[in-house]
Structures are given as structure tokens and as C-alpha cells.
């Protein structure tokens, strides 16, 4: 019964292509036995999971047989168990089992804490869609499984594929307090000023370095997490998808903007309350952030809504894209996975509650008091930092 899935897992594992080791890699605490990859679409889950197998078997191939990588659109599982297939996976020696599009499963939380349990020694690593609860709100696996985020390529990351540099990552504190240094030693490997800008247009999402056509790619990307991730996972009836689509077409347009939801009621017929849950929707989704000031969170109305990384700025090709709002996306998109960020009076963001940062596409002219990230700074100056840089976080 396993044998066509070996066979599958082989060859994908033969071809998988990750050019670049994620920083991801070494943050998991891969002796966890219930571990869930939770990241928005075209991140590269896939590709992860598989090079974590490439991994394992070029580290002992004699061990090969352990591991195997399967995937929910197989059809083999309309009408056998996950919990029967692990047993049997055990039964012939398996240790480690990788799981893709774990959604497309009915029972996949409940039948991950059955085989949890009851199969001690088998070790679970599945991918997961943004908008699905895995910790909160889940009572099945909430308390067992360990949850970790993929993004997109860090700049760093985009930087050492390009450059076939290892480049390290560096903290909010080093950069800030010795991005001088930093950034010397950086340029004297590479010019990364030469890359920035392509990793703003095409340089997030995995498929934009090896797809000529990104925009297309982008587009359909889009249009899946709306279609999936948005529709079917939130279970919203799919004759609403066009007022979602219209929505998401404003903020495309505006962001980084105010959020007019009264207006935004009207353009789409739609209720503010409804509004309001399409937009918690979108940023579930990974297709927008929502900038909140201090001590406010939703459902309360954000300060400012953002396009999730900068790729997504360039999605209408209509619209002129501002320069500001490009530096501001990306320095949001790159720090806030790891630091608290909101909205502040007199600054463009609050990090971590305490200190207050303004980003600028452009050298100003008379230097401020306060840490700002620079878009056009190649080496900083005292409080100056350039904006490239922090995208070393990760």
C-alpha cells in the first residue's frame, strides 16, 4: 500500500529545488513530535518540507524508509483514515511523516491527536493555510502541536540566492546600535542596493526568482488564497467572492491607507459588520497587515491597513506606486513578525511599545532626533539606518 507513495516522495524529494536555506530551518525544534509550517500561499511550504526530507536521507540513507512525505490531494484518502495510514506507515518502520495541504483533510486536528497519542514514536511535520486554528480555539491539537510561521524570503535571504552569499541575520538591537559597522561589512561582499528594488517588486514569494512571468504567478497566487484560504476554509459562500474581490481591489489601490469602512460598505453593498469580518479575512489570509495604536487590537477599526509585504504593492499595474508607501510596507512586513508594531502620533511606527521610528523613501534633508530607516541610504549614519537592512531579521 505505501509503495506508490515512496515512490512519489522519492521523486519529489530528487527534484525538490531550495536554492537557499531558509532561516526557518534552524529556528524549529525538530524533536518536537506535533509540529505545524504555517504560512500563506506560495512561501514555499512545500519545497520546505520536502528539503527537510532531502535532508534527513542525505544525512543517513539508510534511514530512507522512515521518512515519507505525503499529500491530501491523493485520492487514496477519500476513503482511507490519516490514523490508518500512519498506523500502517509505523507498522513498516516509519518515523517520520511529512503532511501537505493538511485542509483538504475533514478530520485532519482530531486524526493529528489521534496518531499523536497513539503512535509514540512517530514524529508529524504538516503545512498549514494561514486562516486555520491550530492553537487557539483548537481543542484537539491547541495543546500539543508547536506552531511555527513561514514568510516569504527575507531580503537576506532573496540577497544570498542572488549573490551565492551566506550572509547572516542580525537583531533589532545590532542593526540599530551597529548597522555602520553592519553595513560595511555587508557591501564589502555585495551591493545590495542593486538587488533592493527587484526584492520589493518580485522578491517575497519564492516563485518570483524563477518565474519570468511573476505577475501572473502573483495574480493566480492571489486568486487562490481568496478562493481557498479566504472561501473555502472560512466556509463564506462563493457568491460573495466578487464583493471580496472588490474590496481587496480598493486596498490594492489606497494601501497604505485609513480605513474608510463606510465607504468601503458602500463601493461593495455590503455591511459594515461584514465589511469589517472581509478584512479580518484578508489579513488572516496573509494579503493585508492592520496597524493598530497602542492598546487597540480588532475588532476595533485599525489605524492604517497595509499590503502584507511589498511584492503586493505592485499587483495593480495600474496604480503608480509612491515610494513611501513601498518602504513603509516593507519595513512593516519585515519587522513584525519578530517585534510588536503600532500606530504612534508624530512617527510613522511604535516598536515594541517604547520606541518611536520613522521610515523615509528618501535622505531628508535635516536629520532627525529618533531612529529612521532610510530607502535610498546605502550606509547609515547615527540614527540613520538603511531601510535594506532590516531586511537581515531573519
Known amino acids: 500500500m505505501l509503495e506508490s507513495f515512496y ?8 527534484h525538490v529545488q531550495m536554492p537557499v536555506r531558509r532561516r526557518l530551518m534552524d529556528e524549529i525544534n525538530w524533536h518536537d513530535r506535533l509540529i505545524a509550517i504555517k504560512g500563506s500561499r506560495g512561501v514555499g511550504k512545500t519545497d520546505f518540507l520536502l528539503s527537510y526530507a532531502k535532508l534527513l536521507t542525505d544525512r543517513d540513507p539508510e534511514r530512507r524508509r522512515e521518512i515519507l512525505y505525503i499529500n491530501f490531494n491523493n485520492f487514496y484518502f477519500t476513503e482511507h483514515s490519516l490514523y490508518e495510514f500512519a498506523g500502517e506507515f509505523v507498522k513498516q518502520g516509519g518515523k517520520t511523516l511529512l503532511i501537505d495541504h493538511t485542509f483538504k483533510y475533514p478530520n485532519w486536528s482530531k486524526e493529528l491527536r489521534d496518531c499523536y497519542f497513539h503512535y509514540t514514536g512517530l514524529r508529524i511535520i504538516f503545512s498549514a493555510s494561514p486562516v486555520m486554528r491550530l492553537i487557539e480555539g483548537n481543542s484537539d491539537i491547541g495543546h500539543i502541536v508547536k506552531m511555527y510561521n513561514m514568510r516569504g524570503y527575507s531580503f537576506r535571504e532573496y540577497l544570498n540566492l542572488q549573490t551565492g552569499t551566506n550572509l547572516p541575520v542580525y537583531t533589532l538591537d545590532e542593526i540599530l546600535h551597529h548597522h555602520v559597522d553592519i553595513a560595511h561589512s555587508i557591501c564589502s561582499q555585495v551591493k545590495p542596493m542593486w538587488f533592493f528594488r527587484d526584492y520589493l517588486e518580485h522578491g517575497y514569494y519564492p516563485f518570483g526568482v524563477e518565474n519570468a512571468d511573476f505577475m501572473a504567478s502573483l495574480l493566480k497566487t ?3 488564497m481568496l478562493e481557498v484560504d479566504v472561501l473555502l476554509i472560512k466556509q463564506i459562500e462563493v457568491a460573495y467572492l466578487h464583493r471580496i474581490r472588490q474590496l481587496l481591489y480598493m486596498l490594492l489601490s489606497e494601501a497604505p491607507c485609513g480605513l474608510n469602512i463606510s465607504k468601503l460598505s458602500e463601493s461593495t453593498d455590503t455591511s459594515r459588520a461584514t465589511v469589517i469580518n472581509y478584512i479580518k479575512c484578508l489579513k488572516d489570509a496573509r494579503l493585508i497587515n492592520m496597524l493598530y ?4 487590537e480588532f475588532p476595533m477599526k485599525p489605524a492604517r491597513i497595509y499590503m502584507q509585504n511589498p511584492n503586493l504593492c505592485f499587483a495593480l499595474p495600474t496604480r503608480q506606486v509612491d515610494d513611501q508607501d513601498v518602504a513603509e510596507t516593507f519595513f512593516y512586513n519585515a519587522i513584525h513578525g519578530l517585534h510588536k508594531v503600532n500606530a504612534v502620533e508624530n512617527a510613522t511606527f511604535l516598536i515594541d ?7 523615509l523613501a528618501t535622505k531628508p534633508k535635516v536629520p532627525g532626533f529618533r ?3 532610510i530607502g535610498d541610504m546605502e550606509i547609515g549614519v547615527n540614527k540613520q539606518v538603511p531601510l535594506w537592512l532590516f531586511g537581515f531579521l531573519y
Open 371 to 373: 531612529f529612521a530607516a
Open 7 to 14: 515512490k512519489t516522495h522519492d521523486y519529489l524529494v530528487e
Open 222 to 224: 492571489m486568486n487562490m
Open 353 to 359: 511599545q517604547k520606541m518611536r521610528f520613522d521610515v
Open 293 to 296: 495604536a497602542e492598546g487597540k
